[in-house]
């Protein structure tokens, strides 16, 4: 099996807030909202067990329901 999963999931916990001010909050929105409803609900975000799936989707779960605090992982600042 494929990490991916796992690897969205980190990508969207550390590098976030970069994300914002590199494609702005609108941008990133449609990015994030294409990842759960194609990669989380139409299945094509593999990853190497059930608990990364569902890691993911409970981040993106969060972010449509209250949004995310940027950043989770590292301050870049």
């Known amino acids: 099996m494929q990490p991916t999963a ?38 094509k975000i593999k990853g190497d067990g059930e608990a990364a799936k569902q890691r993911l989707s409970l981040v993106l779960q969060e972010w449509k329901s209250v949004g995310l605090e940027y950043p989770k992982g590292r301050n870049w600042d």
């Open 6 to 43: 796992h690897l969205v999931t980190a990508w969207i916990e550390i590098l976030g807030r970069q994300a914002v001010q590199v494609f702005g909050q609108r941008q990133l929105d449609k990015i994030l909202n294409v990842m759960y409803t194609e990669g989380v609900e139409g299945g």
